[in-house]
């Protein structure tokens, strides 16, 4: 499965981005979106499986949005109200049908104060 990311960037402490991610080459069970800091461990930030249960960062309740389109392989995620906190560089996720686990590149989000 490859992942193709998209939407990072800098933004006003309180403004919104949203991120998109596309998945090619297999079926996605799950997807999602961790984010890691330099030298800290990787964290979940929301995932979403097919059916369309969602399970997010208690961090992030409330602020974020995860959503996807099954049929262009597509999983998005909506950030609102985004904090200094946030940034970090954001990498989509995917579980096929297999089990097998896939990361993207990552995209980095900033956010100023």
């Known amino acids: 499965v490859q992942l193709v990311e998209s939407g990072g960037g800098l933004v006003q402490g309180g403004g919104s981005l949203r991120l998109s991610c596309v998945a090619s080459?297999?079926?996605?069970?799950?997807m999602g979106w961790y984010r890691q800091a330099p030298g800290k461990q990787r964290e979940l930030v929301a995932t979403?499986?097919?059916?369309?249960?969602?399970n997010y960062a208690d961090s992030v309740k409330g602020r974020f949005n995860i959503f996807r389109d099954n049929g262009k392989n597509t999983v998005y995620l909506q950030m609102n109200n985004l904090k200094p906190e946030d940034t970090d560089v954001y990498c989509c996720?995917?579980?096929?049908?297999?089990?097998?686990?896939?990361w993207g590149q990552g995209t980095q989000v900033t956010v100023s104060s």
């Open positions: 080459g297999g079926i996605c069970n799950v």
């Open positions: 979403i499986t097919t059916s369309g249960s969602t």
């Open positions: 996720y995917v579980r096929s049908a297999r089990a097998n686990n896939y």
